[in-house]
């Protein structure tokens, strides 16, 4: 049936972006759990479609930002957005639908409790190489499975927008089904930090090579733990890996402390200076083969989807089928969580 504002009940908040907050939510008449993206935003058009609104203000850069759209192009966009609900794959998160209630847009998705990377990201230091490699996995396949099943790329692809749960699946969110809404947006909305490839901030054409881009950007960050724009220096990082060079231990006060560039000088260091990369000493050779081969500047040079999923790095992850490890390791990332939780409980409200 369809979703309603007044059969859901919120549960807790789950995080906010520019787009929106995302709540984890009860569906009454089904008892099963969802996330919920609310998007505010201030000019309903009542001859948009939903998809249209939140998708559209997923990407404006403020609030209730307006932007005049051709009826024409309005008409293409809502075609192209009935993709998202003959998506149907493992690893890209399940979508329930949308609705519009006290003029904001709702959208409902499956609820990934493990959370998104860049949340697990602040509770480890990094994440470790054989839990990457799988990441990679489910990243490029469902990168293929878009490109496959309905001819488009994600747009967007940033640890933020891949989830986890503890039942060790890895998926995608977020993904821009709409390649005329994005094209009639100001495309280059950027943050603090920028996934996306040198073409792209350029304002050349791009496409599905800019993904790749943002995967091994995204990858190298993880493995680092930190933002890796500007890069750090051999020295500091053999002190990241010093202090525990499996990253297991919880992130303490500062790590990933680094200088942070005004985006317009981070989007020149993308685009003129030589790209990230994984120090050899950390990482094993095919991985930093993979990564080098995500992070080329040029299109012509980096890899497409086809070699990277011929890739060593790949393969390697890419035989096992069960999510076994990476269960164990959002187990292992939550149950610190909760002690750490539980401590600061004690402290605020220590008994006398
Ligand atoms: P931006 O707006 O810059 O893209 P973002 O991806 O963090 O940043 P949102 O997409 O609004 O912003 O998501 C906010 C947070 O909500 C995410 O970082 C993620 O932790 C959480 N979240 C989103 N979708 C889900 C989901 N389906 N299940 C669990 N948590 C989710
Ligand atoms: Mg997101």
Redesign the pocket.
Known sequence: GELKHDDLVNICE?????????W?IRHKLTDKIM?R?YCTFTNIDDHWCNWCQWFWN?LSPKKGIYLEIKPAVKNQIVRELKVLDRCNSPYI?GFYGTFAAEGQINIC?????G??L??ILKKVMRIPEHILGKITVAVLRGLSYLREHHRIMHR?I?P??I?VNHQGEIKL??FGVSAQLIDSTLQTFI?TRSYMSPERLEGAHYGIMSDIWSLGLSLVEMALGRYPIPPPSIEDIDRLFDVDPDGNQSRPEGYGCYKVLAIFELMEWIVNEAPPSLPEKHFSPDFCDFIDRCLKKSTTERADLNTLLHHPFYKRYATESDNQDVSLWIEQVHQKDQSLTNDNDNNQYGRS
């Open positions: 789950l995080g906010q972006g520019n787009g929106g907050i995302v984890k996330a993206k997923s998160v998705m499956e609820y990934m409790d959370g998104s860049d949340l967007d940033k933020s927008n989830l969110c977020d943050g």
